[in-house]
C-alpha cells in the first residue's frame, strides 16, 4: 500500500489551502530504533514475572504458529518511523486547527484532514458509506483492518462465527478544548498569556498518531490479524466521552456496519501518550488492567518481547475512584475488557503550552511500536480477554511507583525534591517493596495493600496539583 508523502523540513512549517487543511509539520531529529536499555527505564521485569498466561497472550493457529505471528508483528512494528507519526501530531496541533473543538471550523477540518489521511494510508472504512459515523455533538472516523482466520467460534452471545468476525478496537479522540477565549472552554491559559489556543499535542493529537501509524502497519501485513481490528478516531471527548458512548450505544442496539457489542473482544484508548511525569522517565501505562487477566498478561508479554515497559496499572491510577478520562469506560462499563494506554498528565495538560515541543518523541515512537505487537497479541489469541466484573488487587500497581519512586529518588534529582520530600517518597517506596517481598496473603493484606496504593497516589497528586502522575 501506498502512502501520501507528508515530507518534513527542518524548522519550518508550510500550509496549503484545501478541504482538508494540510500542513507540513516541522522535522525533529530522531533515532529511529528503540533498544530495550534505552527504552525500558526501570522495566525491573525479567521473563519468569510475567503473570500467569502471558505466554497463553500470543498464542495463534490458522496459517501462522504463535512465534511466526510474533516476528510478524515485531517487523511491522518496525516499520513505523518518528517522522510518520511527528508529521501528523504537527499537523493537528498546529494553530490552523484552533485547538480542535469539537463542532467548531477547527474540528471540521481536523475531521477532514484525518479522513483524508485515513484513506491515504489505504485503511478501509468500517461502514459502507465512508468513515464517518456522525452523532449528535460531532462525527466519529471508523476504519477496519479485516482478520484472516475463519474458524467458527462461538461468541460471547453464543452465536457462532469466524473468528475473523470478532474484533479489537483501538481508538484515540481527535478533538481538543478550542481556545481560552471561548466561553465554556477548559483551556486554562493565563490572562496576560499570548498563546491562547490550547492545540493539544499530547492530548490527544499524539494518540491519534499512534493509532494511525499503528493502523497503517497491521495493514501493511495481510494475514497477520487472526481477529479484524476496528480503529476509531472519537470526537467530542472532551465533552464527556460523548463520541465513544455514541458507538457503544449504536453496538449495543442496532448494530454498527453489521458489528454489534458481543463481537467487539477488548478495546483499547489511545490517549495522552509521550508526555513524561517524570523527567527523562521513559516508561508508560496501560490502566484498567484489574478488569482483564488476560489484558494484564498480554501487557507484560508484549513488554518482554519488545524491551519497553508499559505497567498494567488499575484504574484509580488517573486520580479517581473508578478510572474514566477516556474513551475506554463506556466500553467497560458496557461489559468490554479495556485498557486504557497514557504516559500521565503533565504541567501542560489542557493548556496552550501542550505542543509538539513538549512531546517526549522517543517516547512516543516506543508506545507506537509496543502497541503493534499487544494488538495483535490480543488479535491472535485463541480465547476472548476474561472481563473481571469484580477486580481483585495486584501487585503490579506497587511495582509500578516503586519503579517511578526509584526514578524521582535518582541522583541527578529530576523533580527537584527537597530533603523532606525525598525521605517522604523513600518511605513510600520501603513500604510498597515490603508488599512486593511478602506478597499479601489474605484478603485484609490485599485491602491494607491497596489501600495503601491509594493513599500513595492521593499524595502524588496532592503533590502535583492534580495533573501529574498516571493518566
Not at 46 to 55: I, K, T
Not at 282 to 303: C, G, I, K, P, Q
Request: charged share 20%; glycine share 10%.
Amino acid at each position: 500500500m501506498t502512502s501520501r508523502s507528508l515530507l518534513p523540513r527542518q524548522g519550518s512549517q508550510q500550509r496549503t489551502a484545501g478541504a482538508a487543511l494540510r500542513i507540513v509539520g516541522a522535522s525533529l531529529a530522531l533515532t529511529l530504533s528503540c533498544t530495550p536499555d534505552d527504552a525500558a527505564a526501570g522495566a525491573g521485569l525479567r521473563g519468569d514475572d510475567l503473570v500467569p498466561g502471558a505466554a497463553d497472550a500470543l498464542a495463534g493457529a490458522a496459517g501462522l504458529d504463535a512465534a511466526l505471528r510474533q516476528e510478524a508483528a515485531l517487523q511491522a512494528a518496525a516499520t513505523i518511523e518518528a517522522a510518520f507519526l511527528l508529521d501528523r501530531v504537527g499537523v493537528l496541533a498546529h494553530d490552523d486547527f484552533l485547538g480542535r473543538d469539537n463542532g467548531t471550523p477547527g474540528g471540521l477540518a481536523a475531521q477532514a484532514w484525518l479522513a483524508t489521511d485515513l484513506a491515504n494510508q489505504g485503511l478501509p472504512p468500517l461502514a459502507a458509506a465512508g468513515y464517518a459515523l456522525p452523532f449528535a455533538a460531532g462525527v466519529n472516523l471508523c476504519a477496519r483492518i479485516a482478520g484472516s482466520d475463519a474458524t467458527p467460534t462461538v461468541g460471547a452471545d453464543g452465536i457462532t462465527r469466524p473468528l475473523r468476525d470478532e474484533l479489537v478496537l483501538l481508538g484515540a479522540h481527535y478533538d481538543h478544548l478550542g481556545d481560552a477565549d471561548t466561553p465554556g472552554s477548559a483551556c486554562k491559559a493565563a490572562k496576560d498569556a499570548a498563546d491562547r489556543i490550547c492545540n493539544g499535542a499530547i492530548d490527544n493529537a499524539a494518540g491519534v498518531a499512534v493509532t494511525i501509524a499503528v493502523a497503517r502497519a497491521l495493514a501493511n501485513s495481510p494475514g497477520l490479524l487472526r481477529r479484524t481490528l476496528v480503529v476509531c478516531l472519537f470526537d467530542a471527548e472532551e465533552d464527556g466521552l460523548l463520541g465513544s458512548k455514541a458507538l457503544v450505544q449504536a453496538l449495543q442496539q442496532e448494530g454498527v456496519a453489521g458489528v454489534h457489542r458481543p463481537q467487539v473482544v477488548a478495546m483499547l484508548s489511545v490517549d495522552n501518550v509521550g508526555s513524561q511525569i517524570i523527567p527523562g522517565e521513559l516508561s508508560s501505562f496501560a490502566t484498567d488492567a484489574e478488569f482483564s487477566d488476560a489484558l494484564r498478561a498480554a501487557v507484560h508479554a508484549a513488554n518482554a518481547i519488545t524491551g519497553y515497559q508499559t505497567w498494567p496499572v488499575s484504574s484509580f491510577f488517573v486520580g479517581q475512584e473508578g478510572g474514566g478520562r477516556s474513551d475506554h469506560l463506556p466500553f467497560r462499563e458496557a461489559g468490554v475488557p479495556v485498557l486504557f494506554l497514557g504516559s500521565g498528565s503533565g504541567a501542560e495538560y489542557h493548556t496552550p503550552h501542550d505542543e509538539l515541543d513538549a512531546l517526549d518523541q522517543s517516547k512516543l515512537l516506543a508506545i507506537a511500536r509496543h502497541a503493534v505487537v499487544l494488538v495483535s497479541s490480543i488479535a491472535n489469541a485463541d480465547a476472548r480477554p476474561d472481563f473481571q466484573a469484580k477486580p481483585s488487587p495486584h501487585l503490579d500497581d506497587g511495582r509500578a511507583l516503586v519503579s517511578l519512586a526509584d526514578r524521582a529518588l535518582a541522583a541527578s534529582n529530576p523533580l527537584k525534591l527537597n530533603d523532606t520530600q525525598r525521605e517522604v517518597v523513600a518511605t513510600f517506596r520501603s513500604q510498597l517493596q515490603g508488599w512486593l517481598d511478602h506478597p499479601p496473603a489474605t484478603a485484609a493484606d490485599w485491602k491494607a495493600y491497596q489501600t495503601q496504593v491509594k493513599a500513595i497516589l492521593a499524595a502524588v497528586f496532592s503533590f502535583v496539583g492534580g495533573h501529574g502522575g498516571p493518566p
